[in-house]
C-alpha cells in the first residue's frame, strides 16, 4: 500500500498491507494474549500506558513528523494534537482503578450484593485519519487499562501513526498478543468484520459507521460509533468583543484545515452584529497561512485526500447558485497537493448544501437570524447531534439555547474542544456510545452480578 503526502502528491513511503490470514493469526493470537492480561491488575496495566505515554513525548518531533507527512496535518497542530493527547494517560491513571474496581452495592445480615466489571475480550478499534492519537487513544489506551487486548486497524491515510502505536506499546510492556496493528483499506475493514470480535469502536463517517452496525448487528456485541456531525454555532449580539468572537469561531472552523467531527460547520450571527462579525471573521480567516505543512508557522495546509476538493467545490458553487455571497476562497489552489482556499460563504440558507451537509473541510457557511427562537430552529434542523455552540454575555440566555439542543456536546463561549473528563458521545448521525470520563472506561467492561448469602 503506497502512502502519499498530500502536500506533494508523492509516494512517501510503500507498506504490507495484511492478508486475511494475517488477520487470522494475529486475531487469534490476541484471542489467547488477552487472558493473560486481564489477570493483571489495573496497576500493572497501568504502568504499561503511562510509560507508552512517556516515550511518546520523548519521541514527539519525529512523531509529529510523521503525522504531518502521511495526513498533511501542519506540523504545529500535529505537535498540539501529540502532546494533548497525552491527557488521556493522565484521566486513566488518576481514575481507572476506582471505575473499574468491584463495588458493593448491598451488605446486609448474610446478604451481599456486588458488581464486578470484566474486560470485554477482543476488540476492533477501526480508527480514523483526522486525529488518530485523540481518536485512537479514546479507544484503545481505555479498552487496554480495562483487561483487553486490541486489534488497532488504523485508516490508511494514518498508516505510518498506526505503526508507531504499535511499537511504542510493545516498547512500554503491552505483550505482542495483546495489541496487535493491521494494515489495509476497506478491504480489510470488512474482513475484520466478519471476524469474531468481542466490539467494535470505530471512528469515521456517518456512511462507514452504519455499515459497520449494519453488518456485526447479528453478532449481539457491543459497538460504538463516533461519526461525523454539521455543528452550529450562534453568536449573539450581546457578545463583549464582536472581533475576538470571530477570531475564535473562525479557528473552532478552520484548525486542521475544518476536517474534524466536532469543527464548527455553520454559523448563525444575530442581526444587530451581523456585518460587523462578517468582516471580522474574513479578515481573520483571510489572514491564515497557507503553505507546506512541515512549516510550523503554516495555519492551512492541504487536504488528506484529494476526492474531498470535489465535495468543497460542489458545496460552494450551490451555495452560490442559490444567493450566497463569496467573500473569500472558493477554489483549489494550483500545483501540487490537495490544497483548497479557506472559503466564507456569507447570507447563506438551509436551502444551501453548506448548511446542512457534512462538508469536513475549509469552508464555512454564514447566516443571519433575527432572534434565539430563530437560531433553535436552525441550529435543530439537522440529522446529526454531536456538538453546539452559543457565544454570548448572558449565561442564563446561552443555557436555554444550549438546553434545547439535541447533541452530546454543549459550548458556551468555546468550540471545537474535548476534555477526557466529560463524555464524548454523538446522537442521531453523530453515533452512539460514550467515550472518555468514567463512561468511556466503563465502555470497555462488562458488569456481572453477584448475589451472595451465607448460610
Request: net charge positive; glycine share 10%.
Given at each position: 500500500?503506497?502512502?502519499?503526502?498530500?502536500?506533494?502528491?508523492?509516494?512517501?513511503?510503500?507498506?504490507?498491507?495484511?492478508?486475511?490470514?494475517?488477520?487470522?493469526?494475529?486475531?487469534?493470537n490476541l484471542r489467547q494474549g488477552q487472558k493473560s492480561w486481564a489477570k493483571k491488575t489495573v496497576e500493572e496495566r497501568l504502568n504499561c500506558i503511562k510509560k507508552y505515554g512517556e516515550l511518546i513525548q520523548e519521541n514527539k518531533d519525529k512523531l509529529a513528523h510523521i503525522l504531518t507527512s502521511e495526513t498533511g496535518k501542519p506540523l504545529q497542530q500535529s505537535l498540539n494534537e501529540i502532546q494533548?493527547?497525552?491527557?488521556?494517560?493522565?484521566?486513566?491513571?488518576?481514575?481507572?482503578?476506582?471505575?473499574?474496581?468491584?463495588?458493593?452495592?448491598?451488605?446486609?445480615?448474610?446478604?451481599?450484593?456486588?458488581?464486578?466489571?470484566?474486560?470485554?475480550?477482543?476488540i476492533a478499534n477501526i480508527s480514523a485519519w483526522n486525529f488518530p492519537y485523540n481518536v485512537g487513544y479514546n479507544v484503545f489506551l481505555y479498552a487496554l487499562v480495562a483487561g483487553n487486548s486490541v486489534l488497532y486497524k488504523?485508516?490508511?491515510y494514518a498508516a505510518l501513526t498506526g505503526k508507531q502505536f504499535e511499537y511504542y506499546l510493545h516498547q512500554s510492556g503491552v505483550p505482542k498478543?495483546?495489541?496487535?496493528?493491521?494494515?489495509?483499506?476497506?478491504?480489510?475493514?470488512q474482513q475484520i468484520l466478519e471476524s469474531k470480535v468481542d466490539?467494535?469502536?470505530?471512528?469515521?463517517?456517518?456512511?462507514?459507521?452504519?455499515?459497520?452496525?449494519?453488518t456485526v448487528a447479528s453478532k449481539m456485541v457491543p459497538v460504538q460509533l463516533e461519526l461525523g456531525g454539521k455543528d452550529p454555532l450562534y453568536v449573539a449580539d450581546d457578545v463583549v468583543d464582536v472581533k475576538q468572537a470571530a477570531i475564535n469561531a473562525a479557528e473552532g472552523a478552520f484548525y486542521n484545515n475544518g476536517q474534524s467531527c466536532c469543527a464548527v460547520e455553520r454559523i448563525y450571527i444575530a442581526v444587530g452584529i451581523y456585518d460587523e462579525f462578517v468582516k471580522a471573521f474574513t479578515e481573520e480567516v483571510k489572514s491564515y497561512k497557507i503553505g507546506d505543512p512541515s512549516d510550523l508557522s503554516t495555519f492551512i495546509g492541504p487536504l488528506t485526500r484529494g476526492e474531498q476538493l470535489k465535495v468543497l467545490k460542489d458545496q460552494i458553487a450551490d451555495a452560490i447558485a442559490k444567493g450566497a455571497n463569496l467573500l473569500s476562497g472558493g477554489k483549489a489552489i494550483e500545483g501540487k497537493g490537495y490544497y483548497f482556499e479557506p472559503t466564507v460563504l456569507a447570507n447563506c440558507n438551509h436551502d444551501m448544501k453548506v448548511m446542512v451537509e457534512e462538508s469536513f473541510g475549509p469552508i464555512i457557511g454564514l447566516q443571519k437570524v433575527d432572534s434565539d427562537e430563530e437560531v433553535i430552529e436552525l441550529m435543530l434542523d439537522t440529522e446529526y447531534g454531536l456538538t453546539s455552540a452559543v457565544f454570548s454575555s448572558n449565561e442564563e440566555r446561552a443555557?436555554?439555547?444550549?438546553?434545547?439542543?439535541?447533541t452530546g456536546t454543549v459550548y458556551w463561549n468555546c468550540c471545537?474542544?474535548?476534555?477526557?473528563?466529560?463524555?464524548?458521545?454523538?446522537?442521531?448521525?453523530?453515533?452512539?456510545?460514550?467515550?472518555?470520563?468514567?463512561?468511556?472506561?466503563?465502555?470497555?467492561?462488562?458488569?456481572?452480578?453477584?448475589?451472595?448469602?451465607?448460610?
Open positions: 500500500m503506497n502512502i502519499i503526502n498530500p502536500a506533494t502528491g508523492a509516494i512517501i513511503s510503500t507498506i504490507k498491507s495484511d492478508t486475511r490470514e494475517d488477520l487470522n493469526t494475529k486475531l487469534a494533548g493527547a497525552q491527557n488521556r494517560v493522565t484521566h486513566l491513571s488518576q481514575n481507572a482503578k476506582q471505575w473499574l474496581a468491584p463495588e458493593v452495592l448491598v451488605h446486609k445480615g448474610t446478604t451481599l450484593e456486588r458488581i464486578k466489571y470484566e474486560p470485554l475480550g477482543v488504523p485508516s490508511e498478543d495483546v495489541f496487535q496493528c493491521v494494515i489495509g483499506d476497506g478491504r480489510l475493514g466490539g467494535y469502536f470505530f471512528t469515521g463517517s456517518h456512511k462507514t459507521g452504519l455499515h459497520i452496525y449494519q443555557m436555554n439555547i444550549l438546553d434545547a439542543m439535541n471545537d474542544r474535548v476534555s477526557p473528563n466529560l463524555p464524548w458521545s454523538g446522537r442521531k448521525n453523530s453515533g452512539i456510545g460514550s467515550t472518555l470520563s468514567s463512561q468511556g472506561i466503563r465502555a470497555f467492561v462488562q458488569p456481572k452480578a453477584y448475589h451472595l448469602r451465607k448460610t
